[in-house]
């Protein structure tokens, strides 16, 4: 058994409903075309950075009517030359000003 990955519900989850919510999401990702496949060895002699994911299968529905659903999330990661790009959200205080 699967558990849910939220703080509120920590109950099991039905492993063949959750691989089927895992299934949906994946066609719907290729689909949409978001990624490229690559393989790892390939990547790595590019150059490129393996960005590390996770599966997050909840339970959405109750206990009368289930509504699973599977989200493949990746690693946030920042570079250290991004750092500058991004500004503060100002206080409230100045945006009345």
Known sequence: MLRAC???????????????ARR?????????KVYKYAVRAEAVRLGHKII???WVDTNKGDDNEENYRSRLVAQ???NKSEAGLF???????SLKA
């Open 52 to 54: 590390g994911v996770k």
């Open 6 to 20: 939220d703080d509120v519900k920590e109950a099991e989850l039905d492993i063949k409903k959750a691989r089927t």
């Open 76 to 78: 946030e990661f920042r």
């Open 87 to 93: 500004a503060a959200t100002p206080p409230l205080e």
């Open 24 to 32: 949906l999401e994946m066609e719907f990702t290729k689909n949409r």
